[in-house]
């Protein structure tokens, strides 16, 4: 089967299990799910689940059992988009070509929204794990993964310092810590938490660990590629914002022609690091390439 | 040892356990631990700490196996009170006698800071259930009842239904609904956790729970009667304010003198309820006698 079709194949399989666990309700509360619906169901390209599909696969892993896991991470992403959207964050009004959710929902709403399906994630992860008492220590070690790298060691500390560096002149020291949290945690989270979950040995973990970091700032790089000369239309969202926010960015630190050739040389190194696992690592080197070539 | 001096020694120690888990940081994101830190340590009843720790005493448990659960659950508080405070929510200038968070650390900030405290207990719960693996699964069985207690079927649902309330009049079975979410919820959590934790026969779990649910109301309609007429100053924040955002209340549907009375019922119920556990009940009686007495 080829790249695509696997990895369409994977979306529709993610989009199945979200749409299964966050359900519309009768509850008086009932707004709440329609709101978290409104951005989890807006399409994306499920990378991250996608992400920890293809290492379990690599390993031979129980789908069933990795997939609550990456739709989890699936939840806390699309939380932290609905907060960086608000007009307190970087005030956005569309997103995946849809209106932002607090532009729907109203301001209160969307900060609920965000902290409800934050908060489902582990919601969701616990009960998972309840139901498989064998593989209970495997599974709150994946958990607590993906809790550090969504937290203020990962994730949100990488919101904070992209916050407090705007119209600052930042160094690239900086900049990269700041994507490595950022964006570079939520995507090593579910290919960490993959391998995990399959008790992978420490020389594998390793190797995972690089190829993670690889892609994560490889697709940094490219969104603030795209953010420049990308097509608003296929982005969902407008070009030029990273610099109408005054942001730092590689593009703005090194220029589009050193981005493009960083870029390569990342998916390069994250293609040779995972040659390890030979044949099986035909997907995820596939992947890192649509990293690097995908235009939204 | 009489009930005040062993809540404050309860408080301290949930006070020593709170400061040790959330450090300042010389991280480039060294600010939102700050702000993090800023709300979580500025005092407060640690009525929910309390209740695990003092039910777990009941059954005679281990002191430090209940406390990280329990100090989750004061970070849950904590996160729901910062994002209630922001313009968007309920615009509150003060809590607890000094600035709201977003007044000092500015909106963006606490949004983060909120978001942080939130994803930190459950950091916190995962990474002390791996330290523990004979116990492990009560240890996810009390995390996975804190994470469904402050989300969409809890707390947070809760704070939809008061959100959507706001200037209309609601029946009183929606007020019921709203705050057996809002408040209940979180006030049953550290309960039903350490007993999960103590692995309680069935039996007494339910004893538990109904004593839960009848001090969690009795929670709010003393909140209710307080925001008429507390002292501002000892509440920490302005009394009134209930009327002002056109909130239904207990004391906005029954009156004053009705709700003093309901208050009354039903911690006389909560302490009839827990009589069978003997003497062992002593401190969660007269915590229930706390609620209804405080001042703040």
Excluded at 55 to 80: Q, R
Excluded at 92 to 106: A, C, E, P
Excluded at 170 to 197: D, F
Aim: proline letters at 2%; glycine letters at 8%; one cysteine or more.
């Amino acid at each position: 089967m080829n790249f695509k079709t696997k990895y369409n194949q994977w979306v529709e399989l993610v989009n199945t299990e979200l749409d299964h666990l966050v359900r519309e309700s009768e509850l008086p509360q009932g707004s709440i799910f329609k709101a978290m619906r409104y951005s989890l169901m807006a399409g994306g390209k499920r990378l991250r689940p996608v992400l920890a599909l293809a290492v379990n696969e690599m390993f031979g892993g129980d789908e069933k059992w990795v997939l609550p896991f990456g739709c989890a991470v699936e939840m806390i992403h699309t939380y932290s988009l609905i907060h960086d959207d608000l007009p307190a964050m970087d005030n956005d009004d569309y997103r995946r070509g849809m209106l932002t959710n607090h532009k729907v929902y109203g301001e209160a709403l969307a900060i609920l929204a965000g902290d409800a399906l934050l908060n489902y994630a582990f919601e969701v992860m616990s009960e998972h794990i309840l139901k498989e008492n064998k593989r209970m220590v495997s599974g709150v070690r994946a958990m607590n993964l993906i809790a550090r790298s969504s937290g203020v060691f990962g994730m949100i500390g990488g919101q904070v310092v992209d916050l407090e560096s705007e119209g600052k002149v930042i160094s690239l020291e900086t900049l990269r810590h700041m994507h490595k949290c950022k964006t570079g945690a939520l995507i090593k989270a579910p290919i960490l938490a993959a391998a995990v979950i399959n008790q992978v040995s420490e020389e594998e973990y390793q190797c995972l660990e690089i190829y993670a970091e690889k892609i994560g700032l490889a697709f940094q790089v490219k969104d603030d590629i795209l953010d420049v000369e990308g097509d608003s239309e296929i982005l969902g969202k407008p070009v030029g914002s990273d610099e109408n926010n005054s942001k730092s960015t590689f593009v703005s630190i090194y220029g589009l022609k050193e981005s493009k050739k960083m870029l390569e040389e990342l998916i390069q190194e994250a293609i040779t690091e995972i040659e390890r696992f030979g044949e099986r690592s035909g997907f995820l080197k596939e992947l890192a390439l649509y990293i690097m070539d995908r235009s939204n």
